[in-house]
């Protein structure tokens, strides 16, 4: 009997034949341009850079044969190699940002290896050149400084340096970068005032799928930062690299035992104390590494491991309207028609593990194996009361005016000086869902002679499983009085007494839920490089082609248990007072913004269900409707070169993408046709195969030892996200909703500009310009009448709501960073540093819209685009103790375009200011003590709606600050 195959290995099979046919082209390129070459001799030059005591190498150093103006960077173990260089004698020159530049005289000679070892140099800042905050960001910028293309770097060991819990917050303190929170921890990553949407997250260089079912974005506060190395954003892309990032690439490394030489282990303790609600929460990290001896190697061989645990217990305070308002011209006569008050109790848990292998099989070969795991719990409780406004309309004599059918007239909402009557839910939703991140990598590289060969193969999944759970349980009342509001931005109500009585609600509905999305994805990779002389300058031919499949899959099932009174529940047992908690403790529901009255408690209700059959209220329609299968499958080949002429290094190539596009869903369709009632329920899938071809290149150029321009103009590929291109299709009378899996991708055409100065020990300033030509960006548009009949069905339609691709959109852009350690000074002053950066950007897109059945146009901008974000930092450290306060700020941003037809109706979030705050006591060489603040400031997040328009609210939430001490114990 054949053994069944698995998914990974059906994919192996079918990529490397793909893989042979995929590399012919870029081979062909690369054969034509090899047989036109001379090689070089056979002798080469490797060693290894440590620091003066040699217990671990420095990576990022720039090694260079000065006559032949030939050069590389040390690896993250510190290693370098010059392979295949000409007889003779030469200059090797070994530059490193904060020590003094080493050269030696050498000499190559045929089939000879010579070895030449660096140590730091001896100088008077030595003692801080790999301990500190200051020495990890000198390490960042020496392997900036060495890139080909403009990236921004953060380590492992300053991650530790500020108070960032997870990824994304670590992130933010890098120059163009900023992120979007969720309950006031980071969890989206915005580029140079992009969305998370725009952006790529790789783990390993290998692609990481979301775990929400409508994104592409990655939340990576779901990836600890205990389990990093290295977080790089690479902001222009090179040909071998994934084209799908229009704002940047974020790449996450893991751990490696070659980063150490030897033993090494750290653990870190701590607990977090959340001013909100008064609790404490612990965590827990662990970091090891250990390099053995396989066969005749001598430390040939690492196992590094990581593993962090984080509960989380804390709360935050809503009041929102969703942009319910009528805004008037003349103000006092604006009406908000509906706010919700709603009251957040979270518990958030993190586990996250990291086992690494590698080999250094022989002199020519690395093996490697990297795996990351994830684990995000999220539980939260919502107790919220949404009031729904509205006036009865009176004669003159104060009497309620009757229509001809004898119903109360009414206006709806109330303006803010007046009271009225409001239809009153007290709602609760109680849900505990599960994001889940898995990422294996194994590869190599083999380098013998003229050649390097890299190999990689890729597996991650993403998974977010939501268990049977209360979606929404709601209780109404009716009021006829007395209901009013004040405030706009932060809007507390105004009620009598009886409306935070439980008795005066009865049960309506109780919806339940559960989902699980999947997101798979796939890869293998295959690089080459070849090194040659161009008319005797140096070039590195690099040729490639990479493979990846992806599958998305969605299934939720919902059930709604309304009507109860039919089947059997009276009208004392339909009152909400049966369904409050009953602890003292949590009786009274704790805002901030005023009384909300009793907490609802989810156990009374979910037993008040239990008996009841629940097939009967499964919602057979919202169910199949929210249930996808996409298949998205890329296969790319590229080829590129990079040539050194004098101080001018040239980086240009293409990479071509070819997309096969698959997606299967439901459509449900009821209307009525020719005098005929239609329901039907139907399968549908679609096709979208496309491809793009991406040019791109990159100048780097030296202006002495310290400074360098770069220049890159390179092309990007951005696919709409799941929701934009869901198959789904709901028709309800003359009303449509539907995805549209045939948007064309996003495609943007980028130049950067800059200049970098490397001053010395952790001192830096950089200037770039960038802009950024966009075609084909999605937005959400109601097509109305003018919606394509093969879409959605015969008959009359009124709405047609679903996405529709821009024609085009800019945005530009000014960033600035800089970084100055005041070693030169005397003591005491010589401990200080400061850091700072600053990105100015402005977009600009036209959207349509629909005005009298004639198209309309209107400008907005890019959602999540901030005109300016910036960070600072001033820090003091010596050999005992660091302090550091660091403020982050972003201006407002548009978050989303309710309806393109009114401006009224665009979301903005204000603007943001984050303090925080680090102080840490090194008790002993192996031992530190530190105190962190978070969000010192008691920043908020608040959301208006319409631009300029800030007294009317869209959402107001406030968090409070935090506090964590802990204790690190390292040993090297």
Known sequence: MRAKKTPLASFLQASLQKLNATTTHAAAIGAVTLLSQT??????????????????????????????????????????????????????????????????????????????????????????????????????????RASNNIVSIVNADAIGNYPDANTSEALQRLPGVSVENDQGEGRYVRIRGLGANFNSVTINGSKVPSPNAGERAVALDTVPSELLESLEVTKTLTPDMDADSLGGTINVKSLSAFDRDGRFYKATLETNFDEHTSQASPKLSLTASDLFSIGDGADNFGVAGALSWYER???????????????????????????????????????????????????????????????????????????????????????????????????????????????????????????????????????????????????????????????????????????????????????????????????????????????????????????????????????????????????????????????????????????????????????????????????????????????????????????????????????????????????????????????????YNEYEDEGAEIEELTAASFNNDYSHTLPSLHLRYLIGEKVQLRAAWTNAVVRPTFEQLSPAKVREGDEVEFGNPLLKPLEASNLDIGIEYYGGFASYFSAFVFSKDIENFAYAIDLGATADASLVGPGEISEANTFKNGDSATLTGLELAASKQFSELPAPWDGFLVSANATWTSSEATIEYLDDELFAQRDIHLPSQSDFSGNFAIGYETEKFSLRVAANYKSEYLLEVSDPADAQGDAWVDAQTGIDFLARWYASEKVQVFVQGVNLGDQGYYVYSGEGQKDYNFQYEEYGPSFRLGVTITDF
């Open 39 to 144: 090689a070089f001799a056979d002798g080469s030059v490797s060693g290894k850079l440590s620091d003066k005591s040699g217990s671990y190498g420095i990576e990022g150093a720039l090694v260079t044969v000065k006559e032949l103006n030939v050069q590389t960077s040390t690896n993250r173990d510190g290693r370098y190699n010059l392979p295949s260089l000409p007889n003779g004698e030469y200059t090797l020159e070994l530059s490193y940002v904060g020590a003094d530049t080493q050269t030696r005289a050498i000499a190559i000679t045929d089939n000879a290896i010579l070895v030449e070892h660096f140590t730091l140099s001896s100088n008077a800042t030595e003692h801080v050149l790999v301990i500190g905050e200051a020495a990890s960001l000198n390490k960042a910028l020496n392997k900036q």
């Open 313 to 667: 217990k804390f709360g935050s305070d809503n009041v929102e309207t969703g942009g319910a308002w009528d805004v008037a011209d003349n103000a006092a006569d604006t009406r908000l028609e509906e706010f919700e008050q709603r009251d957040y109790t979270i518990s958030r848990e993190r586990l996250g593990a990291s086992l690494n292998f590698d080999y250094q099989a022989n002199d020519v070969t690395n093996l490697f194996l990297r795996t990351l795991y994830s684990e995000y719990t999220d539980a939260e409780e919502r107790q919220a009361n949404v009031i729904e406004m509205y006036q009865f309309e009176r004669d003159d004599l104060g009497d309620i005016v009757l229509d001809d059918e004898g119903d109360e007239e009414t206006n709806d909402g109330i303006p803010a000086s007046e009271t009225g009557a409001a239809t009153i839910a007290r709602e609760l939703k109680d849900r505990t869902e599960t994001m889940k991140i898995k990422s294996l990598v194994l590869g190599g590289k083999s380098e013998w002679d003229t050649w390097v060969i890299d190999y990689k193969l890729g597996a991650s999944q993403s998974s977010e499983h939501t268990p049977f759970h209360i979606d929404g349980a709601v209780f109404e009342a009716d009021f006829e009085e007395g209901i009013g509001y004040s405030a706009a931005k932060q809007i507390y109500l105004h009620a009598p007494a009886e409306v935070y009585a439980a008795e005066n609600y009865e049960l309506d509905e109780i919806a339940t839920a559960q989902q699980i999305t999947k997101d798979k994805e796939n890869n293998i990779q295959l690089d080459i490089t070849k090194r040659l002389q161009l008319a005797g300058n140096p070039l590195a031919l690099k040729w490639g082609a990479k493979l990846s499949q992806r599958e998305k899959t969605s299934d939720e099932e919902v059930w709604a248990y309304s009507n109860l009174d039919e089947v059997g529940f009276t009208d004392e047992q339909l009152l909400l007072s049966n369904y409050v908690a009953t602890n003292s403790g949590e009786a009274q529901i704790d805002y901030q913004f005023g009384p909300m009255g009793q907490a609802i408690a989810s156990r009374p209700l979910l037993n008040a269900i239990s008996p009841l059959d629940k097939s009967e209220y499964h919602e057979e329609i919202d169910s199949a409707i929210a249930d996808f299968t996409v298949n998205e499958d890329i296969s790319a080949a590229y080829v590129m070169g990079t040539l050194d002429v004098d101080k001018l290094r040239i980086l240009a190539g293409v990479r071509v993408e070819q997309t096969d596009f698959t997606a299967a869903g439901m459509h």
